[in-house]
Each structure stands twice: as C-alpha cells, then as structure tokens.
C-alpha cells in the first residue's frame, strides 16, 4: 500500500522510478565516427556471435558456423578475413564460445547448447533445471567441463529479442552446467534479457540488456553487483580485454522507445497488429525501409540524416576498465553504416567487431585503440 | 563632420595593470554602437570610462570636439551621457515617478502632478508602465524602460547599456529592440555590450570588437557576419604566457561517475539536460551569461530548486539526491564556490579565521555549540599557507582583503568541508593575474587528488587550460562536449552561440 502511495506520488512529480532516464552518450561515451572509419575486413550477411579461436575466428550467419581465417593485406594496416569452412547446423546459431582448445559450444536458437569438438563432442543440452534453453543468447567455458548459459528469454526465442524487450520481459536465467555430471545450477533467474557473459575473477560478469547494465553475480554474494548501469544504449556481448573487457551494445535507447515501453495497450496492439520491422522499437538496422516509424526523428536536411538526430539503430563498442568503468568508445552514428554490433573478437592485437545491423565484420586499428586508452 | 564622443589612445590602469590601452573609438549621434568581447575584454571599463565612473590613466575623451574630463557620472549625465547598468540603479522601495524625478525634485512637491509628469512623459516615449508603481514589484524589462526615461528625462544624448538583453524575456527583448530603434529615430546615441551575437548583428549601425583591452576592429554591422565576430573575438596573443597550457594537453582519465544529473529543468533557465561528471576531472562548463550552467550546479548543490513536477533527478554516487537547502549537499560532499563571492561568499565583517570555521561549522554537528578561536586560527592559517592567502594574520578582516585573496579564502571555506564534489564558479573572475595562476594550480592539484571539479568559467582561455572535458551550455542545456584535444576557441565560441 505504501509502496503504491509512493509510486503513485513519484509519477504525479514525474521521477525516474524506472529508470527510464536516457543519460547522453557522453565522457568516455562521447560520440565518434571510428567504426565507420575502420576497415572492413568481411562483407557477411547476419554476421553473429564473432568469437576468436586458435587459428583464427569463427562465425556463424544464420544456421551456418563459418570459420575465418586473417589474410594480410598489403593495402592496410589491418588483415582482411576470408571464410576458410562451412558448417551447416541444425538451426539458427544464437552464440558460440570457445574453450580455448578445440571444442565450441554453440548456442542453437529454439533448441539447446551443442558441444563440437573436445571431450563433450556431439552433445546437446536442451534445457537447465527444468528450464528449456530456447534462447541461449550467450556461452562461455568455465573450465573444460563447467559452461556458463545465458538464458535470454523463457518466453521468446533470441531473434525474436524485440518483442521480450516490447513485452518487458523479465525472464531470462543464468546457467552453470557441469558437463561431466550434467547438474545444471542455476546462477540467477528473472533477468531482463542477458546477453552477454564473461569471467571477473571469480565472478561473472551479466549483461542484462533490458535494465541497461551489467551485473556480477558470485564471489559469495546473493545478490548481483551492479558493475555498469544507465548504459545508453542495451548492452550485448563482453569480451575480455588487456586490462578489462570489449563490451558491445547492440541498439540504442530511446526516449520514444521508453515510453511507448509504459503505454501497455498501445503496446498490447502494436505489437499484435503491426509487422516487428515497424515496431516503435530499438532495432540492429534502420533507415532501409520509407515504413519504418519516424525515421531518424525525421531530422533530415538537404536529404541528409544528421549524425545527431535520433535513430532506432546504432553501432557502438565500449572498452571498459577490470571494474567496468567505460573508459573508451567506438562509433557508429546515426548517419553511420556499422550498426547493431552484436559480437567482438580480439585476434593478434586488432579487434574484429561483428555488426550484425551491418552485415559486416570490420577492424579496428591498434594504433586507434591505444590513443584512446592512453 | 565632428563625432559626437571620440576617445582617442584611451588607456585605463588598475594598479598598473592596464584594462585597455591606446583605444581609439568614435560615436557618431544617432547611431546604434555595439561592444562585443569576451569577458575581460575591458567592454565593462570602457563604457564607465564613457559614462564617468572611472578616469582616464592616459589619453583624451572628446564630447562634440572638445575635451572632456569627466569625474562623476553626474558630470557625464550633465555631458548628456548615461549608463543603464547590468544591476538597475533604481530605488525598489520608490514608485516609478518618484525615480524619474529622483535629485530633480522642487523644493515642493506635489505627488499628484509628479505621477501625471510622469504619466505623459512615459507615455511620449510610448512606455506603458505604472507611474505609481512600486519599482520592486516590477519586472526586469520594465525596470530597463524606467531606466531609460529616467536617462532621457536628464536629456541624455548617449545612452550606455551594459548586457541588457541578459534579463530579459523574449518578449522583452523584442519590446527593447523596438525602444532602441525610436531612441536612435530621435537622434540618441546608444552604446551596448552584448555576449549575444545575433542582438548586436540585429540591432547595431556599427559594431567595436575588444580583445585583450585593444580594440580589433570597428567596421559597419552589414560588413561583419558572426564567424567574423568570433574570429576577432577569441583571436589572442597576449594570454599565451598564463594559459599556456592550452592544446596538447593529456586529459586527465575517467574517474568513478560521482554526479549524474538526468533531465534537470528549472523555468526557463534550465532545460532538460543531462550529464555526468566524475572524480579526478575538472569538468569545464562553459556558456553565455544566461545559459544555465550556474543555475543547473546550484540545483546540485541545493541552492535552488528545480521543477516541482518533471524537474528531472540528481544521483550523488549512484544514490538519487534531492537538496531543498545547500547544507545537506554540503553533508554529502557538494561544495558550491560562488561566482558572486561579496554577496555569497563570505561575512565581510568576519575575520579569515571566522570565514573559514564558518565553513567547517556547517559540514559538521557541534554538540556543545562551542567554537574555539583558537582552533578557528589554527586552521585558517592552514589554509592560508596552502592557498598563498596573503593577509597580515588570520584575525585580518576579510572586507580589508584584495580580490584575490577574498577568494582564496572563500575557496577555502568550501574546502574545509573535505568535499568529493567542488563546484568553482567563475573561479578568477576579479582576481588578478598572479592569484589566478594560484588558483589555477591549486584546481589541478584538487582534481588530481581525485576529487571530481567542476568549472564553470565564461574565459575561454581558462577552460581550455584546466578542463579534462568540457561542457558547453545554451539556453539551459548541455549542446556540446569535447575534449581538450579538438577544443579550440573558435569551436566552443560557435557551439556556444549558434
């Protein structure tokens, strides 16, 4: 009862009790144009889940696991990639981790994790404590037999992402399976979309891309650990760095999006009547269609989207501190061409980051990377 | 043709460090004359010159060909010269007819024929205010018209005003333009400063740009653009050897986020705007008088308020904070350092010692309610030596102190509070070169402690110098940040008013 008094009081004086605030991308967030100034090193449709392995990287599009191979490039500074297999799998590739030998397991959108390769080769895990695997959105190794899952979503599968953020869903789980013995232990439940996992110690970094932050869980704690909060944009994949972690964030927040998100019937009927693709929604990709809603907050001039207006989609890569304190940032703007980064992978020094948006993996200089950090 | 007031290699020195030198400027009767500079330019001096406040150190002021040496500004007004200051000069417990008439009155006088004086006089330079009224219960526009008859009641033929746009509405502004324009119809001479380009491009015959207290150009209205204004503006050589350390400079890295302000809106001063400062920064904030930076830093501090519904939320170390009053800011470690430091600063009447415990009295609880002098002393010369504050002891009177050291000591009165977040406004403005080379140390010293800093300043070459980041307010918002790196003065000038 109180609670609600107090609800209702903070609505009439019109506080961010939800944390719908979009704070600007500023400080170390601050705007810039280097993804798209960055080369592009493969042209692949649906490029996801970018993940380094020895000898090179893979990949998936769609069904498929791509493996990459660097190929310098005398034109350049950094080296081009070129597709060195193929691998048809069962069926959509939502994420893939390495441990860091030879076995992958690859997250299989709708049906389970399946292992390649090591010890566990050929095996399928379809659901965790009693939970189905439908929307595993992000794996990682710790320890040959032990695989972290995140589970984004009970209810929808991971390419269908926009419409639990739509339906504000709070329904995703944190997975640590032990292999050998098949025990599934639950790490954490009732998460808004968790997208990304890496290893801090002895804890395990969640980004939790609906709450637009990234907690800890572990270390003795019952509680997560708010690392990095009021991100402006839904953060996606981390990736462990020198020194920190390469963290993606795939689309941008917007204020729009913010509040159709507290309209419930409006919601309720956009999201019955209307084609995703036209949604009031963040998206990986935009400006491709004249039926997208208010594109780019209608701010063009002379036919030219200004880098500035609003957008549904945006590029954005984050290198952040072992603390997970921004500290550097790569763009790509509204105007910009490298949008919804969904996956990055650290090879040889340059980073390749996989715009998904895009359709492309592009990379980025090491030189670049060390003027910012310094 | 004669010039209506000619100054001719004018020089005015403060203690021998010149405002402006061997400055040449001509009015011509019936012309609009704008003033354009940065702050320090030496606009303010040079219209006090004009107006009698000040005299001249060196050099010649012409009235009709003749010279002039002008003492008061009574003997200016008698010139027919009048100033219509940024503060009005009126008396706010006096009617606006008791004002036109103040020092003119009869030896009898008679309310009702003074109100209907008053009445007709207004109404003949088409003023539609109140003769009865009070002038405290009128707004900043109506103050400015009473100001100006009161000028053309004393037969001024040069009116001077200085920023009088700064106060005033939109609609205000549009009503003062109109009234300058049937002023000058009426062969009036007006001077005015203003940091709004676009106001002196509208409204002036003729504009003078002031640099460094010389005058860079002086060229008619329709020759000039705002790039050029800007460009003769921010263009300088003589701050080399104090702000030396702009361009090129490494900004410091990025702290823990201490202050997040998200959507903050007060009136009209402070629209909607977000950002986030962190430790180990000085964060600059820059802006045209009126922008909104002072206003948003003192909603931080609890100075003022913002909006009661939809006034945005404040998070002090991710915590969300809200301050009716500054003291339980000061609690959590905000610290307000004002830019008005004679009326918000200090006790005048107060000794260093006083000052400083007055400070440290408001961060914490003295249960026994009592002070010990000694320990005042004690700590006021702590500070003292740490800041360079130059008085004969810590019983010296603040009033007795130089401008320089008047701030020292308010700097250190906020310091004294061990705080994580200091916000210096306008942090050398009055303050001699050499203190503000002081107190430029003593911010990068605060800010590589990891104390979060946050500057507003209105001198470009300060901002480039201290910032780690810098801000960059317009009509209440944050519009632009950049770092040191592609900050120059021309790029923050531009984002200021464009």
């Known amino acids: ?374 | 043709m004669t010039a209506f007031i000619e100054l001719r290699r004018a020089t005015k020195e403060f203690r021998g460090i010149p405002a402006f030198k061997d400055v040449d400027l001509t009015l011509e009767q019936g012309e609009i004359h704008a003033i354009v500079g940065e702050n320090g330019a030496g606009k303010s001096t040079l219209t006090k010159i004009l107006a009698g406040v000040y005299p001249l150190t060196a050099g010649e002021m012409l009235v009709d060909g003749k010279p002039v040496k002008l003492a008061s500004p009574a003997e200016a007004l008698a010139s027919g010269i009048a100033m219509v200051f940024q503060e009005t000069n009126l008396v706010p417990s006096m009617t606006v007819a008791q004002n036109i008439y103040l020092g003119d009155e009869k030896f009898f006088n008679r309310l009702r024929s003074l109100y209907i004086q008053a009445q007709r006089f207004l109404l003949s330079l088409n003023f539609y205010v109140d003769p009865m009224a009070l002038v405290s219960s009128l707004g900043a526009g109506k103050k400015q018209m009473v100001e100006i008859a009161r000028a053309v009641h004393h037969h001024a033929r040069l009116i001077i005003f200085d920023e009088p746009t700064a106060t005033l509405t939109p609609e205000e502004k549009f009503h003062f333009f109109n009234l300058a324009r049937r002023l000058k119809e009426q062969g009036m001479t007006i001077v005015f400063i203003s940091h709004a380009l676009e106001e002196a491009l509208m409204l002036s015959d003729r504009i003078t740009v002031l640099r460094d207290g010389e005058v860079v150009v002086t060229d008619k209205t329709e020759n000039f653009d705002r790039e050029r204004i800007i460009q003769a503006m921010v263009g300088r050589t003589l701050s080399g050897e104090l702000y030396n350390k702009a361009g090129g400079r490494v900004p410091r890295p990025y702290g823990e986020k201490i202050l997040s302000i998200e959507n903050i809106s007060m009136g009209n001063t402070v629209r909607n705007t977000s950002f986030s400062v962190y430790a180990g920064q000085v964060t600059g904030l820059f802006g045209l008088v009126g922008s909104g930076r002072t206003e948003t830093m003192k909603i931080v501090a609890g100075v003022l308020k913002r909006d009661f519904f939809h006034g945005g939320s404040i998070r002090l170390n991710r915590q969300p904070v809200r301050y009716a009053t500054p003291r339980p800011a000061v609690l959590d470690g905000i610290v307000y350092v004002t830019e008005d430091r004679k009326v918000e600063g200090f006790f005048e009447t107060m000794s260093i010692a006083g000052n400083v415990q007055v400070g440290k009295l408001a961060k914490g609880y003295n249960p026994l309610a009592v002070v010990s002098m000694a320990e005042a002393r004690d700590l006021a010369k702590e500070w003292s030596a740490r800041l360079g504050v130059r008085a004969i002891d810590a019983n010296a009177r603040i009033i007795e102190l130089s401008g320089g050291n008047q701030q020292k000591v308010v700097i250190a009165k906020a310091l004294v509070q061990a705080p994580k977040l200091v916000i210096l406004d306008e942090p050398t403005r009055g303050v001699d070169v050499g203190t503000i080379v002081e107190i430029h140390n003593f911010i990068n010293q605060l800010a590589d402690s990891g104390i979060a800093v946050v500057m507003i300043s209105s001198y470009l070459p300060e901002i480039l110098a201290l910032s780690d980041r810098i801000l960059i307010y317009r009509q209440g918002r944050v519009v632009e940040e950049m770092v040191p790196a592609e900050a120059t003065e021309a790029r923050i000038m531009y984002a200021a008013v464009h």
Not at chain 1, 233 to 260: D, H, K, M, Q, T
Not at chain 1, 282 to 294: D, V
């Open chain 1, 1 to 374: 009862m109180i609670s609600a008094l107090k609800r209702a009081y903070a609505e009439f004086r019109g506080f961010d009790v939800d944390g719908r605030a979009i704070l600007p991308m500023e400080g170390p967030l601050k705007p810039n144009t280097a993804l798209d100034d960055a080369a592009v090193a493969l042209a692949l449709p649906d490029v996801d889940s970018l993940v380094a392995i020895s000898g090179g990287l893979v990949c998936s599009t769609g069904a498929e696991l791509l493996t990459l191979e660097l190929r310098a490039d005398p034109a350049r500074r950094t080296p081009g990639l070129a597709i060195a297999a193929r691998q048809t799998l069962s069926g959509p590739i939502s994420a893939i981790a390495s441990d860091g030998s030879n076995a992958l397991a690859i997250g299989i959108d709708g049906e389970g994790i399946t292992i390649l390769g090591g010890r566990h080769d050929g095996r399928t895990i379809r659901e965790a404590g009693g939970t189905a695997l439908n929307c595993p959105t992000a794996v990682l190794f710790a320890g040959a037999d032990v695989l972290i899952v995140a589970n984004g979503s009970n209810m929808v599968k991971a390419a269908d992402w926009k419409r639990d953020l739509m339906g504000r869903g709070r329904s995703g789980s944190v997975w640590k399976i032990d292999l050998a013995s098949g025990e599934a232990t639950v790490i954490s439940r009732d998460l808004a979309y968790p997208s990304g996992l890496a290893a801090s110690g002895n804890d395990i970094l969640v980004s939790e891309a609906w709450r637009h932050r990234v907690v800890a869980f572990g270390g003795g704690r019952t509680d997560a650990e708010v690392r990095l909060e009021d991100l402006p944009a839904y953060p996606g994949r981390i990736v462990p760095a020198a020194g920190g972690f390469w963290l993606s964030l795939f689309a941008p927040r917007n204020a729009l999006v913010e509040f159709v998100l507290t309209e419930d019937a409006y919601r309720r009927e956009m999201m019955e009547t209307i084609d995703p693709a036209y949604w009031i929604a963040p998206a990986l990709m935009s400006g491709r269609s004249f039926l997208e809603p208010i594109q780019g907050g209608a701010r063009k001039k002379l036919n030219m989207l200004k880098p500035w207006s609003p957008s549904w989609s945006y590029g954005l890569v984050a290198l952040c501190d072992e603390r997970m304190r921004p500290r550097a940032s790569w763009h790509s703007r509204a105007d910009g061409q490298v949008h919804g980064v969904t996956s990055l992978a650290e090879r040889d020094g340059v980073l390749f980051v996989g715009a998904k948006g895009a359709g492309a993996i592009v990379a980025l200089e090491p030189p670049r990377m060390t003027e910012r950090l310094a």
